[in-house]
């Protein structure tokens, strides 16, 4: 069982920049060894992926809506993964999930290879 916390999300204007940031905690849960990724899901959209990170950050994923743009991390003595958002877009505007993938495995694409999910941070991009 793990539980993934997020912080970072607010308002900022277009142009801006935020820093995501996601620690999973449960005494189970080997964080060091998964994949992890962002997903966001917008007003009567469905939930996308954003960015992944391998286990040791070498290899990543990005859509290409925000490639160039976000960055994703993480640092496994903290248990924590994060996204740099930079140049944001009014069309960034959404609820971003932190998420685990069901197996040790590469990038899943598909949110149904994720089993475990955050609570969600609101990010909202005014123009």
């Known amino acids: 069982q793990v539980q993934l916390v997020e912080s970072g999300g607010g308002l900022v204007q277009a142009g801006g920049s935020l820093r995501l940031s996601c620690t999973a905690r449960?005494?189970?849960?080997?964080?060091?060894?998964?994949?992890m990724a962002w997903f966001r899901q917008a007003p009567g959209k469905e939930r996308d992926i954003v960015a992944g990170?391998?286990?040791?950050?070498?290899?990543?994923y990005y859509a290409d809506s925000v490639k160039g743009r976000f960055t994703i991390s993480r640092d496994n003595a903290k248990n924590t993964v994060y996204l740099q958002m930079n140049s944001l877009k009014p069309e960034d505007t959404a609820v971003y999930y932190c998420?685990?993938?069901?197996?040790?495995?590469?990038?899943?694409?598909?949110?149904?290879?994720?089993?475990?999910w955050g609570q969600g941070t609101q990010v909202t991009v005014s123009s």
């Open positions: 998420a685990a993938p069901r197996r040790v495995s590469n990038i899943p694409i598909s949110r149904g290879e994720y089993a475990n």
């Open positions: 990170i391998t286990w040791n950050g070498g290899n990543t």
């Open positions: 449960g005494r189970t849960f080997s964080f060091s060894i998964y994949t």
